[in-house]
């Protein structure tokens, strides 16, 4: 047992609440890997858009990890600016208009939508209008997007994001080892306090980030089916 778990009895369990948010972080950051692949994989596949797959890295910092994530991100809201830039270049004020307006009947919105594709592209999907006026008519994506890019950009620069993805088990010694007694107990407490606070937030607009998808893909699953 270290010197410091003698002096201070809590060390331990703070190590191991520290481990456990840790953890806890890194499923939540691979749920918005996985969500951010998918949505790319329906702009790519039905919008023309050629955004590229992403994986976490597990031999990377937090840090890393998060301007990964944050890239594909800004480059999904590109891509989505770029296609409003398009609808709006091809379509007469009066139907771009009618494109964000909430008493038009989605219908019409979606062959509106599928009508400019098929002249941006050439030719377009069943689902393309529909995913576009998914993506243009509700400010949801982007709102959510712009608030997970910043708050992964607050997690890069905290005390977490220096932090290894693998840090398990006596990985977290190879931080803390030096560290004795209170000096200890204090950079544990403010470890635990900053994941604590890092993770609600993050978890929140995750969840929120992942809805706005699904409601995107489930919509190519009708389609489909």
């Known amino acids: 047992m270290a010197l410091s778990d003698l002096l201070y ?21 691979s749920i918005n ?5 998918e949505l790319a994989g329906v702009l790519n596949e039905h919008l023309g858009c050629t955004i590229g797959h992403i994986q976490m890295r597990p031999s990377s910092t937090v840090k890393e990890n998060c301007d990964i994530i944050i890239q594909a991100m800004s480059e999904i809201q590109h891509q989505v600016q770029k296609i409003d830039s398009d609808v709006k270049e091809k379509l007469e004020p009066v139907l771009y208009q009618k494109l964000y307006d909430i008493k038009e009947p989605e219908l ?6 599928h009508k400019v594709f098929s002249i941006v592209l050439g030719e377009a999907t069943s689902t393309a209008g ?8 509700s400010n949801l994506i982007t709102l959510t997007v712009s608030n997970l890019v910043s708050l992964l950009a607050q997690i890069g620069a905290s005390v977490l994001g ?7 088990g ?9 560290i004795l007694g209170a000096v200890e107990r204090t950079q544990l407490l403010a470890a635990v306090k900053s994941y604590e606070k890092h993770l609600a937030e993050f978890k929140a607009a995750s969840e929120k980030y992942q809805r706005a998808i699904r409601e995107v893909t489930s919509l190519v699953r009708q389609q489909v089916q």
């Open 170 to 178: 006596l990985g977290i010694e190879m931080i803390l080892h030096a």
């Open 130 to 137: 529909m995913v576009a006026v998914k993506l243009l008519s």
């Open 33 to 37: 890997f996985r969500a951010t692949n």
């Open 108 to 113: 019409e919105k979606i062959a509106i939508a």
């Open 162 to 168: 220096g932090i290894t993805i693998t840090i398990l």
């Open 9 to 29: 009895p809590d060390n331990p369990k703070r190590r191991q609440e520290l481990i456990d948010l840790h953890q806890e972080l890194l499923n939540c950051m």
